[in-house]
């Protein structure tokens, strides 16, 4: 299922994601640059998504590709540092 991007700055939606996980669920997948749209999605909204699916027991996986054309995928379940995680993506270190 896809979830909405809000129509500001084309990044994922809090608002309505926690009411789209389901029993069927089994993780979040977010792709930063979003793509067709080029939309980075901010080290605080990483964060808070990363909190949702630890707090709902799911699995939060993202794709951050550069510019270099590598492509870096991590999958988060007991994340014990998400604010370094996310520093590190909003910086392209993935």
Known sequence: MLAPCRPDDLTPDLSVLPSLITSKTKAIVLI?????TGAITPPETIQKIQ???????RYQTHTHTHT??????????????TAHMADAWAQGCG
């Open 32 to 36: 930063s640059p979003n793509n067709p």
């Open 51 to 57: 909190q949702l699916c630890l707090d709902k027991g």
């Open 68 to 81: 270099h054309t590598h492509t870096h995928t991590h999958t988060t379940r007991h994340a014990p540092d």
